[in-house]
């Protein structure tokens, strides 16, 4: 079965430092992965999405990024952290010929 | 573009109860999927249930059914026989049917179930 893995479970940085959270999935081959941003008390907004290694796309311009170094590896950075970049982030994934996506357990990211 | 309402913040249920959550969407696409998920404190995004546009009939998952609406473009969840374990944030969501289609999540309904 298919096991979706995400750390660390929760972060605290200063302000200006830099970021890496990750994503990997076990037991598929070529998943479309995606990173969404959940606010506090609010829905889930899409960062960035991938269909293969090295393929990514963004939908909201900021100053975070993401790589796909790996079939099942998704990774978001930041070489500076801002306030407003706290939030809870969930990474998914899902079967090119399906559509339902499957959730991790998330990043409770905190900026000071 | 397309976007997803959910009108209802907050809800609040006794066990045993019936409980339906609304969603409305807007789109011009006539293939896509829409789904309702779980979140419950945990904050553990959960699948509850799927709907296709092209099928006619309600889905249904145990005690979580749909009244699917093509044409007036709403999707609400009926949660029978309330149980506290139900007690979580709903979401619903669209997503046409091309690959790499990402979900498009209305901003959700916090559901207490209470004893």
């Known amino acids: 079965s298919q096991t979706i893995h995400q750390w660390p479970a929760t972060l605290v940085q200063p302000v200006g430092s830099p970021l890496s959270l990750e994503c990997t999935v076990e037991?598929?081959?070529?998943?479309?992965l995606y990173w969404y941003r959940q606010a506090a008390g609010r829905g889930l907004q899409l960062l960035f999405y991938s269909v293969g290694i090295g393929q990514i796309s963004s939908e909201v311009p900021q100053n975070l990024s993401a790589s796909r170094p790996q079939d099942r590896q998704f990774i978001l950075s930041s070489k500076k952290l801002l306030l407003s970049d706290s939030g809870f982030y969930l990474c998914?994934?899902?079967?090119?010929?399906?559509?339902?996506?499957?959730f991790g357990p998330g990043t409770r990211l905190t900026v000071l | 573009a397309q976007t997803v309402t959910q009108s209802q913040p907050e809800m609040s249920v006794q066990e045993a109860e019936t409980v339906t959550l609304s969603c409305t969407y807007d789109?011009?696409?006539?293939?896509?999927?829409l789904f309702w998920y779980k979140q419950p404190p945990s904050r553990q995004m959960i699948l509850v249930i799927r709907?296709?546009?092209?099928?006619?009939q309600n889905a249904t998952e145990n005690r979580f059914s749909v009244n699917f609406q093509k044409a007036a473009k709403s999707f609400s969840l009926k949660i029978s026989d309330s149980q506290l374990g139900d007690t979580a944030m709903y979401f619903c969501a669209f997503s046409r049917r091309q690959a790499g289609t990402a979900l498009i999540f209305g901003k959700g309904t916090t559901l207490s179930v209470s004893s």
């Open positions: 709907q296709e546009a092209y099928k006619q």
């Open positions: 037991g598929t081959s070529n998943p479309n």
């Open positions: 789109t011009s696409e006539n293939n896509y999927y």
């Open positions: 998914a994934w899902r079967e090119p010929s399906y559509n339902e996506q499957f």
